[in-house]
């Protein structure tokens, strides 16, 4: 079975400075892989997702993240944080379930405090 | 309205009342999801559907009955349900079952059992 772990429930940060929140994945198979972004009072959202091809992966509102294969991780950065990214952040992997569908795993959120 | 919507936003019921929660979604979708979400636990799927079929139960209990009359809606039917229910409940749908498909998500129901 695939697995993620989220390294930090909370994490803070000042405002302008660099967001790093970290997510390693436990995988069998090629992994595909995913960053959700949760705001108060609302459903997820997708920041960006990592398929095939380039590791890394630009997503919104200035996220990337890079696919480490050697490190099993995925790690999710913004150069620059602002007060509106904070939120909670959730690492995903997908895999097929025995039903054909697809199941999505998700790690248990990081929690960004953005201070002024 | 766009997007994926949910109904009602805020729920409490008492342990003997039935209620329900409804999901819809204006994207076309033909895979919804319901999953629960409670505090410091990863999200936990509880029921898959794909062109209104059933094609996962992930173990809920059967206090929890799902029904999706169409590609569009999908309903959470919930009856004697116990405190620990007590969870946001989100609702997701995705354009089919693909691995790569992207989940788009409802702003949630918060349910509190009394």
């Known amino acids: 079975a695939q697995s993620v772990t989220q390294l930090g429930s909370h994490v803070s940060v000042s405002e302008g400075a660099l967001v790093l929140l970290r997510c390693n994945y436990s995988?069998?198979?090629?992994?595909?892989l995913f960053w959700y972004v949760q705001y108060p009072n609302q459903g997820l959202q997708l920041l960006l997702k990592?398929?095939?091809?380039?590791?890394l992966v630009k997503g919104i509102n200035g996220f990337e993240a890079e696919f480490k294969k050697s490190e099993t991780s995925f790690h999710l950065t913004k150069p620059s944080a602002h007060m509106s990214d904070a939120a909670e952040y959730f690492c995903?992997?997908?895999?097929?379930?025995?039903?054909?569908?697809?199941?999505?795993?998700f790690g248990t959120g990081t929690k960004l405090q953005v201070i002024p | 309205e766009t997007g994926v919507t949910q109904t009602p936003r805020h729920l409490v019921m008492g342990m003997t009342n039935k209620k329900s929660l409804k999901c819809e979604q204006h994207l076309g979708h033909n895979a919804m999801y319901w999953y629960k979400q409670s505090a410091k636990k990863p999200l936990e799927l509880m029921f898959v559907?794909?062109?209104?079929?059933?094609?996962e139960n992930n173990s809920v209990p059967s206090r929890f009955s799902p029904e999706c009359p169409n590609s569009s809606h999908l309903f959470l039917h919930l009856h004697t349900l116990q405190p620990e229910d007590s969870a946001l409940y989100l609702c997701?749908?995705?354009?089919?079952?693909?691995?790569?498909?992207?989940?788009?998500f409802g702003p949630g129901t918060r349910l509190t059992v009394l």
């Open positions: 995903a992997v997908s895999d097929r379930a025995s039903g054909g569908y697809q199941k999505v795993t």
């Open positions: 997701a749908s995705s354009i089919d079952r693909g691995l790569t498909d992207t989940q788009y």
């Open positions: 990592y398929t095939t091809g380039a590791t």
């Open positions: 995988s069998s198979v090629p992994p595909y």
């Open positions: 559907y794909n062109f209104k079929e059933q094609t």
